[in-house]
Nanobody, 125 residues
Framework: QVELVESGGGLVQAGSSLRLSCAAS????????VAWFRQAPGKEREFVGAMRWTGGAAYYAGSVKGRFTVSRDRAANTMLLQMDNLKPEDTAVYYC??????????????????WGRGTQVTVSS
């Protein structure tokens, strides 16, 4: 069973930036779509952003579009989530997920078979 590991979370002030990373234990993102989801206390896990490892368009939730960027670091074999202009409402546990999602299913949790354990992001006002 592949393990996904997120890193880079922390406590920051509103307006700050953080960059999250996601690595796979089998070092294999090829052929997959990699997504970021988040879950705030008392709320359902929600889609944040995603892209295929091979490139192409990235997808974003409306609440983060223009502030968050999904990218890949081929040399490090990791997926990244750059978060700028963070807001208190971005506070959540952020999860990395890997799956065979396509454009019509990219925001659907069920499209992803592998999940990380999450990293906490806390934004203070």
């Amino acid at each position: 069973q592949v393990e996904l590991v997120e890193s880079g979370g922390g406590l920051v002030q509103a307006g700050s930036s953080l960059r999250l990373s996601c690595a796979a234990s089998d070092n294999s993102f090829g052929g997959y779509t990699v997504a970021w989801f988040r879950q705030a206390p008392g709320k359902e896990r929600e889609f944040v952003g995603a892209m295929r490892w091979t490139g192409g368009a990235a997808y974003y939730a409306g609440s983060v579009k223009g502030r968050f960027t999904v990218s890949r670091d081929r040399a490090a074999n990791t997926m990244l989530l750059q978060m700028d202009n963070l807001k208190p409402e971005d506070t959540a546990v952020y999860y990395c997920a890997r799956g065979r999602a396509i454009a019509s299913t990219v925001m659907n949790r069920a499209a992803y078979a592998n999940w990380g354990r999450g990293t906490q992001v806390t934004v203070s006002s």
